[in-house]
C-alpha cells in the first residue's frame, strides 16, 4: 500500500515538475517573441537601423549617422555622398588618429522643406573638404558624421541632445558645421550647443545677426558660433552699388514671407526685409518712393495665392521699377510666373533678392519671355562662373576644389553641375574652416584638442591667419564670427536686358 502511495506521489511530483517545465519554456518562448518585438520596435524607430542616434519619423529618418548605418538613410540624393563618407570614415577609424566634424543641417526633403535638393551639394562640398583633410600625414584626420534635423528642422532638439554626448569616448566631437537656415529652430539648436562650449561654423546662414552676437533675435550672444558666408546686408550693399549705376529705376514694392511654413520666425525673410529698408544698404529710398508692401503666407499652401494677388496689385497707379523680394528662393519661381501673367506685363519689371535665388533656372520661361521684361538681380555666395574666372585672384583655390569635386571617390562621382548653387562651396568652406581650428588646437606632439581650445582658434583667423577657401581668402572677425572677404562676389542677372 505504501508502495501504491508513494508511486502515485512521484507521479504527481513528476507531473507538477514537468508543468512547471512545460510553463518555463512556454514564458521563456513568450519573452523572447517579446525582447524580439521590442527589438523590432526600436530598430523601426532607428530608422531600421541598431543606431539608437537615428529617429525614424514618418516619411523621412533624422538623427545623426557616419555612413556605416545604410547610403540610402536620408533618400536617394544622398547616396553617392554618404557611400563616399562611409569610406573615407572606414580609412580614418582604422588609423586610430581622428576627431569628429559634424554637418548638422535639414538633409531631407519634406512638405515644409525650404532647401530642395540643395542638401546634396551640401553634402557633397563638405565631404571634399573632409577627404582633402586627411590627405598625407596629416594629424588628427577628420571623420565626418551627418546630422539631420529634418526637412522642417523640427527635430533639432534631439539631434543636438546626440551631438552633446559625442564630445567624449570614441567619438571626439570636437565641431559643429552647417548649422541648418536662418530659422528659430537653428538658432535654438546654435545657443544650445554654445552651452555645450561645442564651435560652429556656420555655412549657409546669412541673417544679419546670426554669428557670436546673438543680435538676430536680441537674444543672449552665441559664443561659438563663425560663419564663412557674407550675410544678408553684405549682399545687398553690393546691389545698391550697382542700382546707383541705373538712375532710370527709382521705385521698388517690398513683398515679404516673415514666417516659415512651420509658423515659426524666418530670420532669413526677416534680414532681407530689414537690409532692404536700411539706410545702410541705399535701398530705403527706392521703398519710399514705391510706397507698396505686402506681406505673402505660406502655411497650407497660401503662397501661390497671395502671390497671383500681389502681382496683380502691381500693375496699378504706381508700377514699381523694382520688386524687392523678401521670400525663400522656394517661392520664387512662382511670383516670377505671376509676374509674368500680370495685366501690365509688357513695363519691364526687376526682382532684387538674396543670395539663395541662385537656385533659379535661368532658362526658365518667366525670364525668357520678350513680351514680358523680367529680370532678377542677387549676389551668390559662390558663384562657379566669377570663382573660376582669371580676373579672380583666388581663382587657382576654386578650381582646385572643383577638379577634386570632379574625382571618383568611393567609387562614386559627384555632379559638377551641382557646384552652381554655391552650396558646396560653403559647406566645404566651413569644414575646411573646422579642420583647420583643429588642427592650430593641437597641444605637441600629437595630442587630440578639446571643444573648448577649438573654439578659441575660431576667432583667431585674422591679420595673417587666414582660410583659403574655395570660395576665396577670408578672415574672420574676431567680435562678431562673420567672415570678412578679401574681395566681394558681384551682382548676377538673370533673364531679361536691363531696362531701356
Not at 561659438?224 to 546707383?244: E, H, K, M
Amino acid at each position: 500500500m505504501l508502495g501504491a502511495v508513494a508511486l502515485v506521489g512521484s507521479i504527481v511530483v513528476g507531473g507538477i515538475r514537468g508543468y512547471a517545465h512545460e510553463a518555463a519554456k512556454d514564458a521563456a518562448k513568450k519573452a523572447a517573441e517579446r525582447a524580439a518585438q521590442e527589438l523590432a520596435k526600436q530598430r523601426t524607430s532607428q530608422c531600421d537601423t541598431d543606431n539608437p542616434a537615428l529617429h525614424g519619423i514618418p516619411g523621412t529618418c533624422t538623427g545623426v549617422t557616419d555612413g556605416s548605418d545604410g547610403h540610402g538613410l536620408f533618400g536617394g540624393g544622398l547616396q553617392p555622398a554618404l557611400t563616399a563618407i562611409d569610406a573615407e570614415n572606414q580609412a580614418v577609424k582604422k588609423s586610430g588618429d581622428y576627431v569628429t566634424v559634424a554637418l548638422m543641417a535639414p538633409l531631407t526633403q519634406g512638405d515644409h522643406s525650404l532647401t530642395g535638393d540643395r542638401a546634396v551639394h551640401q553634402v557633397e562640398g563638405a565631404f571634399i573638404a573632409q577627404h582633402r583633410a586627411n590627405q598625407g600625414g596629416t594629424y588628427p584626420k577628420i571623420r565626418l558624421v551627418l546630422a539631420n534635423m529634418g526637412s522642417d528642422e523640427t527635430n533639432w532638439a534631439t539631434v543636438v541632445d546626440r551631438l552633446t554626448k559625442m564630445t567624449g569616448g570614441s567619438d571626439r566631437l570636437v565641431a559643429v558645421t552647417g548649422m541648418g537656415l536662418s530659422q528659430k529652430e537653428s538658432i535654438d539648436a546654435a545657443r544650445s550647443l554654445s552651452a555645450a562650449s561645442i564651435p560652429m561654423v556656420g555655412d549657409l546662414i546669412t541673417a544679419d545677426g546670426f554669428d557670436t552676437t546673438g543680435g538676430i533675435d536680441g537674444g543672449a550672444e552665441i559664443k561659438g558660433l563663425v560663419r564663412v558666408a557674407p550675410n544678408t546686408s553684405a549682399q545687398l550693399q553690393t546691389i545698391g552699388q550697382d542700382l546707383r549705376k541705373r538712375p532710370e529705376l527709382k521705385t521698388a514694392a517690398l513683398v515679404s514671407a516673415p514666417m516659415t511654413p512651420n509658423g515659426t520666425p524666418d530670420y532669413y525673410t526677416k534680414s532681407l526685409e530689414a537690409a532692404f529698408q536700411s539706410e545702410a544698404t541705399g535701398l530705403l529710398p527706392y521703398v519710399k518712393a514705391g510706397g507698396i508692401s505686402f506681406d505673402f503666407e505660406v502655411m497650407d499652401g497660401a503662397a501661390k495665392t497671395s502671390l497671383d494677388t500681389i502681382s496683380k496689385n502691381l500693375c496699378g497707379k504706381v508700377t514699381p521699377d523694382l520688386v524687392f523680394y523678401a521670400g525663400r528662393a522656394t517661392y520664387l519661381p512662382m511670383f516670377l510666373d505671376k509676374l509674368r501673367e500680370r495685366q501690365c506685363r509688357t513695363t519691364p519689371i526687376t526682382v532684387v533678392t538674396g543670395s539663395d535665388a541662385a537656385t533659379l533656372d535661368g532658362k526658365m520661361p518667366a525670364l525668357n519671355d520678350p513680351d514680358a521684361p523680367i529680370s532678377v538681380l542677387y549676389v551668390p555666395l559662390a558663384d562657379p562662373a566669377q570663382l573660376a574666372d582669371a580676373t579672380n585672384p583666388d581663382h587657382g583655390l576654386f578650381r582646385a576644389f572643383a577638379d577634386e569635386f570632379g574625382r571618383v571617390h568611393g567609387g562614386q562621382q559627384f555632379d559638377t553641375g551641382h557646384l552652381a548653387s554655391g552650396w558646396a562651396v560653403m559647406a566645404h568652406d566651413a569644414v575646411l574652416t573646422a579642420g583647420l581650428a583643429v588642427r592650430h588646437a593641437i597641444d605637441p606632439p600629437r595630442t587630440p584638442p578639446g571643444v573648448r581650445a577649438v573654439r578659441a582658434q575660431l576667432y583667431l583667423f585674422d591679420v595673417t591667419n587666414v582660410v583659403e577657401g574655395a570660395g576665396g581668402v577670408f578672415r574672420i572677425d574676431p567680435k562678431t564670427g562673420n567672415r570678412k572677404s578679401t574681395h566681394d562676389p558681384q551682382v548676377v542677372r538673370l533673364g531679361a536686358p536691363p531696362h531701356p
